[in-house]
């Protein structure tokens, strides 16, 4: 018997995924509602969500498109968080003396990130018909959900 035989299938074989789609909302939730953290701490959370869920996956050896799509999602969400911290504008940036970014920050880097969520958006629709059954396709489809939230949240 080899290994890969006697290891039992999983309860949910998306659950990895499902929780990524649920801890990006609550981060997009707590940044709209300024609760727990601060949305750069939400950031270095889905970044770190990102490399543990490739790195399940990829030792598991069951990546797929809705891992990829998830992974980026939450990559997104992490720069959209990052996006929605209010920057000074004018003198109070000037005044710093080191604001080489300030222009990025200031008006770049959210029409950058929402223009991203909307390829991230255009993307989910030429994955989901690679993604097979239901229960895959409902973390893709949330994720993007978030991603659009928390997009539409820094724009508007």
């Not at 990524?20 to 997009?28: E, N, R, S, T, Y």
């Not at 709209?32 to 543990?52: K, N, R, S, T």
């Not at 997104?76 to 990025?104: C, D, F, N, Y």
């Amino acid at each position: 018997m080899t290994p890969e035989a006697s290891t039992p299938a999983p309860a949910h074989p998306h659950a990895p995924e499902v929780v990524a789609c649920v801890v990006a909302l609550i981060g997009v939730v707590d940044t709209w509602l300024g609760l727990w953290l601060a949305p750069v701490f939400w950031a270095a959370l889905m970044i770190v969500g990102a490399l543990v869920l490739t790195a399940l996956r990829a030792r598991a050896s069951r990546g797929g498109w809705s891992t990829h799509h998830a992974a980026l999602g939450l990559l997104l969400v992490a720069v959209l968080q990052i996006a929605s911290i209010p920057t000074g504008e004018g003198p109070q940036l000037a005044a710093t003396g080191h604001s080489h970014g300030a222009p990025l920050a200031a008006g770049g880097l959210p029409v950058i990130a929402s223009i991203a969520a909307i390829g991230y958006a255009v993307l989910t629709v030429l994955v989901l018909p690679r993604v097979s059954g239901w229960r895959a396709r409902v973390p893709v489809v949330a994720m993007a959900a978030v991603v659009l939230l928390m997009a539409g949240s820094v724009v508007g």
